[in-house]
């Protein structure tokens, strides 16, 4: 520093961590700490098996025409941040999330009706809404949600997309 005091986070960065030294010849591992290294992969992981699980959802319910499913689902995982912004508690979050969350029931009712591709790219739009809400916090203490929603959207967005490129049909 230039005032003459010695700063202590900057040496006690420095100090390398037990488990952390690296033998003779190799640069040490430096990396995010153990907590946060950890916090993101089961999110993704768990995102990915709840995406299979909403790409074969029209299984389950067989009585609706697939399309209506997936735009049901779209619904409900972008209705999903109203109830964070509600715990937020602030106006402008509120009104936000409600506006963006009617953008996408929105796009799943011409989905139904129109092109399934109009459900893919709302599911990979949510994808990235998710994605800038994980980088901006804008919805407070929603820290693993984002990562989780994301991967879900973009899995069944992919195996939708896979769908459709080879013909399946998505009518009753």
């Given amino acids: 520093m230039t005032n003459g005091t010695h700063d202590t986070r900057t040496a006690d960065a420095l100090t390398p961590r037990p488990g952390l030294t690296a033998p003779p010849g190799q640069q040490p591992v430096t990396s995010m700490p153990r907590g946060r290294l950890r916090a993101l992969p089961v999110p993704v992981i768990w995102g990915a098996v709840w ?12 009585w609706l025409e697939p399309k209506t499913v997936y735009a049901l689902g779209l619904t409900l995982i972008a209705a999903v941040y109203i109830g964070f912004s509600v715990a937020d508690g602030r106006w402008k979050v509120i009104a936000a999330e409600c506006s963006v969350a009617g953008l996408f029931v929105v796009v799943a009712a011409v989905g139904v009706s129109g092109s399934a591709w109009l459900l893919v790219l709302g599911l990979a739009g949510h994808g990235l809404k998710d994605l800038w ?40």
Avoid: K
Wanted: net charge positive; charged share 10%; proline share 8%.
């Fill in 51 to 62: 995406g299979v699980i909403q790409a074969v959802s029209p299984l389950g319910f067989w």
């Fill in 133 to 172: 809400q994980h980088r901006t916090q804008f919805v407070r203490n929603t820290r693993w949600w984002p990562p989780f929603c994301a991967t879900v959207d973009w899995v069944a967005a992919g195996i939708l997309t896979a769908a459709l490129l080879m013909g399946v049909p998505f009518h009753g």
